[in-house]
């Protein structure tokens, strides 16, 4: 594929100076603000309000970009609107985290908007319609493939991303074979889990240590529902922070009562896209800085 490396690193640092910008009037976790230097360096994860789905967009410092799913097929214009409000015209890597439309029904919208360098899928037959059409627009776009396996790591700019799960096919694309990533940048640790449920969770507390499965802000398993996020699990990662994402009023409950009881004991602070809309969470790699159109109190 043919790229403009100069207008390519424009807009990097474009990305990364808007990204900044966005955060200035944010709330802050144990600080009451940044200064210039911290705000050259900032890691920023976008929790996308996609309803009842998922959608997660990663800037490095540096402005390399990492959005992983994008909703059910109705958010793919949305998902669009709020990248390219960010000034991004590019996608380093799109990963899908399982072949359910409510993950990747508004990819199509996104290849179609967006030049997307890599794409990081799972090696499995895929047959719904949602499933046949990502990998078509994956043929066509000519991007870079990469099958997710347990071990597989890359970098997003000074981020250092690791695939902890799936260690092998067994749910024909579905949610126990959810693609799990741990974004490592200095000391501070996102763990993004999909729809993976406890049977995953069993599989990586048996493989991984309590220090590699240790993270700062989980993204709970499967909107935040009660087949996902074991005590164990929870105990074990230990996050501060924790973010669902649901749609407001969703036929499923989610996220479930269990869930949310596990969470009071569990957190220091919950947050969810049905209540708090676009939540953006942002790192110099030490503290954590909170911005969300909070839909209600």
Do not use: W
């Not at 990963?95 to 030049?115: C, L, P």
């Amino acid at each position: 594929m043919d790229v403009d490396m100069n207008g390519k690193n424009s807009v990097k640092r474009l990305v990364s100076v808007i990204a900044v910008l966005a955060l200035l009037s944010s709330c802050l976790f144990g600080c009451s603000f940044f200064g210039e230097e911290e705000g050259e360096s900032l890691l920023s994860v976008h929790f996308i309000d996609v309803g009842q789905g998922d959608c997660e967009l990663v800037i490095s410092p540096s402005g390399e970009t990492m959005l992983i799913d994008a909703g059910k097929t109705e958010a793919g214009d949305e998902v669009v609107s709020y990248i390219s409000s960010l000034g991004i015209s590019e996608i380093d890597i799109f990963v899908a985290s399982h072949y359910h439309e409510d993950h990747i029904g508004g990819s199509h919208d996104v290849f179609e908007a967006f030049e997307i360098e890599e794409a990081l899928i799972l090696d499995c037959e895929v047959t719904t319609s949602c499933a046949r059409k990502l990998i078509e627009d994956i043929e066509k776009e000519k991007c870079d493939v990469s099958y997710a396996k347990r071990g597989y790591e890359f970098d997003l700019g000074d981020a250092r991303v690791l695939t902890m799960s799936p260690e092998k096919i067994s749910d024909k694309g579905g949610n126990n074979d959810s693609i799990v990533l741990r974004v490592e940048y200095k000391s501070s640790r996102y763990l993004f889990t999909g729809d993976a449920e406890e049977a995953v969770e069993r599989e990586m507390l048996d493989f991984y240590s309590q220090k590699e499965l240790s993270c700062d802000l989980l993204k709970l398993g499967h909107h935040g529902s009660s087949t996902s996020s074991s005590q164990e699990f929870l105990d074990t990662c230990a996050p501060n922070i924790a973010v669902i994402s649901c749609g407001e009023g969703n036929s499923y409950g989610h996220p479930h009562k269990e869930t949310l009881e596990k969470m009071k004991k569990t957190v220091k602070s919950l947050y969810r896209t049905d209540v708090d809309g676009d939540i953006v969470i942002t790192t110099d790699g030490h503290k954590f800085y909170l911005e969300s159109t909070q839909k209600s109190a």
